[in-house]
């Protein structure tokens, strides 16, 4: 993990005057959007079973919300996420072995109720928590901690304070969601190695 403070330097000469702290919010939103838009921080969290439970907390590493749930595996078979409208239709209180999952905040619930120990693999993009002091290290260099820093300075300048520029806010608005969508978008051309898109695509 990397400090917040150590993106301070990008920010504070656009934003001459803004106070240290101010500055780090900032950037902690910024890290929290890009994780949101580009979903490249990630990590499984490791959940065991309890007969008779259809309910479980996914709790991420410290300090980080989650973003998205990528992938659900239920004794090493993969469940199929529930929409919201199929809910009431399939939803089971009996006991089996699950075939499908949704999500309610934080906690993970099964169309059947376990019956057995089991463990479950929950792949999820995650983000830092808007009060953290830290950020990922994978967003503490390159181009993640660039586009991190000018979702921080279009943060502060929309502010009618002394450093506030609209203008400038938007310039560097467009520097965040381009370098989001480089991003992206050779994420999907390394897994399906499909042609880069002309726009990105944020699930």
Do not use: H
């Not at 921080?41 to 998205?68: C, K, W």
Request: charged share 20%.
């Amino acid at each position: 993990m990397a400090a917040t403070s150590a993106l301070r330097g990008y920010v504070l000469p656009d934003v001459p005057g803004c106070p240290a702290p101010m500055v780090d919010r900032a950037i902690t939103v910024g890290a929290r959007e890009w994780c949101d838009l580009t979903q490249t921080i990630r990590e499984t969290v490791s959940i065991s079973t309890v007969v008779g439970t259809q309910g479980y907390a996914v709790v991420p590493a410290s300090g980080y919300d989650i973003a998205r749930v990528f992938s659900v595996a239920y004794d090493d078979t993969a469940l199929s996420p529930l929409a919201d409208s199929n809910l009431q239709a399939k939803l089971d209180a009996t006991g089996g072995v699950p075939k499908s999952y949704w999500m309610e905040g934080n906690t993970l619930y099964f169309d059947l109720v376990p019956q057995s120990v089991v463990t479950v693999l929950v792949e999820v993009a995650i983000k830092p928590q808007i009060d953290s002091p830290t950020i990922p290290d994978a967003l503490a260099s390159g181009e993640p901690s660039l586009a991190v820093a000018c979702r921080a300075k279009r943060e502060l300048m929309m502010s009618k304070a002394a450093w506030g520029d609209p203008q400038m806010a938007q310039f560097f608005e467009g520097e965040f969601q381009r370098l989001a969508r480089n991003t992206v978008n050779t994420d999907i051309r390394n897994l399906t190695n499909a042609p880069l898109r002309g726009k990105a695509v944020f699930a």
